[in-house]
């Protein structure tokens, strides 16, 4: 999986860098960190962006753009995360992308409902931040986590449920 690469720049006394950058973790976005304090070429790059203002977190995007002091909606639009519904009415709309509302959301759009699954983290839920499931379901095997969170997620549909069963 390719990352892209985005800096922040910021401090880490700074409530706005640690939200920035719980939001990243969250949405498992690489990143690198530059702490301004202490390091002058980085805060060059803040005033640079900031009219000479020590303005942070200064974030500076792959595509050369800049966000300063985002908030979480300016982030995710960056990211390009869906953060609204694309129809009017859903069958049934599932508040949590943890296993079990992901479970809910794939049994119930394999029988043809049209669901709709919102999320204020990153998709995966406490499964989602593990490396490796020990005891998954209906496998007594180790599973990657990441790999069967990103099929599951990405194409909830009724063949994507097949393609989702944890291996045997
Ligand atoms: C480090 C770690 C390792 C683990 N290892 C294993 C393992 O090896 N084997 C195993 O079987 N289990 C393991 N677990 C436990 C397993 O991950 C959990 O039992 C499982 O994730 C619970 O699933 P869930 O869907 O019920 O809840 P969660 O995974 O907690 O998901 C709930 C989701 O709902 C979202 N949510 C909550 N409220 C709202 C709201 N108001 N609006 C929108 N979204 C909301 C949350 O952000 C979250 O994404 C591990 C857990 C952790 C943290």
Redesign the pocket.
Known sequence: MSHPQITMYGTTWCSDCKRAKQFFGEQRVHYDFVDVDGDDAGRAVVQGHNDGKDIIPTIVFEDGSVLVEPTNSELAAKLGLQTSASRAFYDLIV???????LTAALYAAREGLSVLV????GVG???G??EQ????PASPRASPATSWRTDCAARPSASAWRSCRPPR
Do not use: H
Request: hydrophobic share 35%.
């Open positions: 508040v949590g992308s943890g296993p079990a509302g919102v999320e204020r983290s839920g406490q499964a931040v593990t499931l020990d005891n998954f």
